[in-house]
């Protein structure tokens, strides 16, 4: 078992952020985490990754309850591909040294690297399709290279986790195709950590994301295999019926009604 949540709650202020969340990831799974803006998928992910607590409920991480686990080792094993790390990393890092300081979780690279860990630096550059571009300071990258970037960084460390936190936004459409097959071709891999693919648009939800879990104001909407909720009729329901979703393919797209 990758993630076991059972009833997790948590309240901020009167508020309770997540509600009764149950969610269960196991191995070999990759997961779409579906809901709008302020739905409560990045309080989520940080529960997740040991940065807040349940107020209530039980919450296990690879294998690991809460209660029990060494936070700092247990985020060594879990990627997290977030805007607020783009916003940390300085503009004239270089994107090598940016996916090898991946291995020792730091924002700056100031351990000692081997030659494995240059060579598997750049074999992870080449996956991400990034060799073209790993020299140039990574404040002139454009938003779709830094992204690949991030994600390499993220690989260096071997996660079983990786969390792409709406790693789409800000990319124009063909960027966000060749990013969305890089992530497909990633998931099919054999050696592949479980993903979690978070993102509030469905057109950007690929089948290689075997489940889904769909959140609507910090509760559970759905959750199940992505063929069975990615359907237009579910979909419409589920924003509300104020869009108009349409199948392409193995793809939905959708638009304000
Ligand atoms: N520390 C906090 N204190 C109070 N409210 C919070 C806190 N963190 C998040 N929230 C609220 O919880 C809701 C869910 O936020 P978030 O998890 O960031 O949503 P999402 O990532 O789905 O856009 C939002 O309404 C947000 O304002
Ligand atoms: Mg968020």
Redesign the pocket.
Known sequence: MIIDAQHVSWR??N?E?LKDVTWQVKKGEHWCLV?L???????LLKMINGYIWPTTGSLSVLGRPFGKVDLRKLRQKIGWVSSALEGQIRGHALPRDIVMSGKFASIGLYDEVSSEDREKADELLERLHATSFSSRPFGTLSTGEKQRVLIARALMASPELLILDESCNGLDILARERLLSLIEQLAKSESAPTLIFVTHHVDEILPCFTHSLLLKEGAVYQSGLTRDLMTPENMTAFYGGSVIIERHGTRLSMAVR
């Not at 803006?37 to 309080?43: D, F, H, I, L, W």
């Open positions: 901020r202020e508020k952020v809901g803006n302020g739905s409560g998928k990045t309080t």
